[in-house]
């Protein structure tokens, strides 16, 4: 099946500073990915999506310049949390559709601001 | 718009017996179910899909679930339960298969089966 790479698996990171975390599809190419993101004992919530090539498209609500996506080619998007702060402090997951398996989902990023 | 709703925070059930995750929906056309189980500090793993044909889909490591049409139910089922199975449930909808559709997921239901 479709397999989705995501890294790092946890960071640690000081107040102000910047946390790029990388999602790569390695046996498919996803035009379109999808980052979410889980608070503590909640479910996923949609941030935004990450289109090849072009911007990505952000959910209401969500800061597109406090979390910055590229999506530079077919197999790897990121998302940079920018001037990191406590409240920042989440789990990270991102997903891809393989266009045969379905959406597979990252083992997620849990960044923790200090 | 779509929505997911789990009715259940957390479901108790001994092991070897049969266990039940509810999970009602609400979507426009015919729906994409899915369900997901995470287990803690980890990514979702695929248990198994709904997209038309049989109402009793199986899936991943025994399970299975009935979608009901009348009653937008997509509830998630397994025969004898194992302590294993501890973990979090997801319910999640999706519209017709596009490319750029995105998950609504419930929120969640905490499954502990008790050895």
């Known amino acids: 099946g479709a397999v989705v790479s995501q890294h790092p698996s946890w960071v640690i990171c000081k107040s102000g500073t910047s946390v790029k975390i990388e999602c790569r599809s390695l046996?498919?190419?996803?035009?379109?990915m999808f980052w979410y993101r889980q608070f503590p004992k909640q479910s996923l919530m949609l941030m935004a999506t990450?289109?090849?090539?072009?911007?990505?498209?952000?959910e209401q609500g969500v800061e597109k310049d406090k979390f910055l996506i590229n999506h530079a080619s077919l197999t790897l998007s990121t998302l940079t949390v920018t001037s990191a702060h406590p409240e920042d402090s989440s789990f990270y997951i991102c997903?891809?559709?393989?266009?045969?398996?379905?959406?597979?989902f990252g083992s997620g990023t849990r960044l923790t601001v200090v | 718009a779509q929505s997911v709703a789990q009715p259940e925070d957390q479901v108790n059930v001994a092991e070897g017996n049969p266990l039940t995750v509810k999970c009602t929906y609400s979507v426009s056309g015919n729906p994409y179910l899915f369900w997901y189980v995470q287990y803690p500090n980890r990514g979702l793993q695929f248990l198994l899909k709904y997209i038309t044909g049989d109402n009793l889909v199986k899936g991943s490591y025994g399970f299975e679930a009935e979608f009901n049409k009348s009653q937008t139910s997509f509830h998630l089922k397994k025969p004898s339960a194992l302590v294993s199975d501890s973990a979090l449930y997801f319910c999640?909808?999706?519209?017709?298969?596009?490319?750029?559709?995105?998950?609504?997921f419930g929120p969640g239901t905490r499954l502990s089966v008790l050895p």
């Open positions: 990450s289109n090849e090539g072009s911007k990505a498209t952000y």
């Open positions: 999640a909808v999706r519209g017709p298969d596009n490319y750029g559709q995105n998950f609504v």
């Open positions: 997903s891809a559709n393989d266009g045969h398996y379905g959406y597979t």
């Open positions: 046996d498919f190419q996803a035009t379109t």
